[in-house]
Structures are given as C-alpha cells and as structure tokens.
C-alpha cells in the first residue's frame, strides 16, 4: 500500500546528495508513521542508501496522530501541534528528528510528478487550485478553532481564559519554587542534626 511513497522518497533521495548523505547516516535505523484511528502505518528503515518498508522491523522513533494533524503538520511544518498532543512523537527524538529532514530533503515536488503525468500547463493550474485551496481549508481550520475555543471560554465557561490559565500557571511555578527551597532547607536541617 506505502510502496509508491517508499518509491517517490528514494527517487528523492537518488537526486540530492545531501540526502543520500542523510540516509547513509541513518542506516540501519527506522522510522514508524502510524495513523490514529485507520489501523494504518508504515516504517521506513534506512537501508543500503535508501529506504525500505518493513513491518518486521521496530521503529526506533514513532510519529502518530490523526490523519488530518498529520496533514497540517506535513502543510505547516506547525510544531504546535506536538505540543498540543494532536500528533506525538516517541521513542528515540533525534532518529525521529534525522528522519524529519531526510523526508524534507527527499520529498517530491507533486506538481512536478504531475506534471508528467498531464503536462506542465495543467500540473501549474491544479498546482495553484490545491496551494489556495489548502491554505484556505488550514486557515477555515484555525479560525473555528479559535471560535470554539473562544465559546467555550466566554460563553459557556467550560475552559479558563488564556489570562486565567497564565495566572493559575504561574501560581503552580511559585508553589514548585516555595516547595523546592523547602526541601532545600529540610535537607540542611537534617544535615545539621
């Protein structure tokens, strides 16, 4: 089923030294994409200067998430998203960050797969269409969830305000100081006895 992926990321990476740098210092190493609620996934494995797909294989890195915060982080490169936990990433960071910029490097450019499928004229256009049409669909994206979260703030008063949420989480920091200079000095007293 990923074959074709496996296929246009070598193809990538055939054509950028930089890339092929990339991969060979990942051999041996791999890398799972799995996608929340599908059942789906893929590892990619560095192997022979390349990338193979393997089930057999354990990831030493795992990216998962929904489709769609896959999608956004994939469009946006938004790393907010982690943070928000609607994609998440274990095992080890830096095989997972290594990975990151060896797809970089190796993605395909698609209006240039197209066009060779359909001519220059027409992979522009279609090119152009999904640039608007995904910029338009992330911005819709964001501007609801500001409304809902707005909603859910002001009106219906389900979530602390931003300025709330700052206040409460300051409070915890001078609490996490006040307890760690408590232990501090019981330490110390203990030491004296």
């Known amino acids: ?14 054509a950028s030294s930089d890339a092929t740098a990339r991969c060979r210092a990942l ?8 996608l929340d609620g599908l059942g789906l996934g893929m590892t990619l494995v560095a192997r022979d200067g390349g990338l193979a797909l393997s089930d057999k294989v354990p990831a030493d890195a795992l990216l998962s998430g929904t489709p769609g915060a896959l999608a956004r982080l994939a469009a946006s490169g938004d790393e907010a998203l982690l943070r928000s936990r609607a994609v998440r990433i274990s095992g080890d960071p830096l095989v997972a960050r290594d990975f990151r910029d060896l797809i970089a490097l190796a993605a395909p450019d698609f209006e240039e797969e197209l066009a060779r ?12 269409f999904v640039r608007g049409f995904g910029g338009w669909g992330l911005d819709v994206a964001d501007r609801l969830s500001r409304d809902v979260a707005e909603y859910l703030q002001e009106e219906g008063r389900e979530l602390p305000a931003r300025a709330e949420l700052e206040q409460f989480l300051d409070a915890v920091d001078v609490l ?6 408590l232990e501090a000095r019981l330490r110390r007293l203990e030491q004296a006895s």
């Open 1 to 14: 089923m990923f074959e074709p992926v496996a296929a246009l990321l070598n193809r990538g990476i055939r």
């Open 27 to 34: 051999e041996g190493s791999s890398f799972r994409i799995e």
């Open 117 to 128: 499928v359909v001519g220059d004229v027409a992979a522009r256009q279609v090119g152009n």
């Open 176 to 181: 996490a100081s006040d307890v760690a200079r």
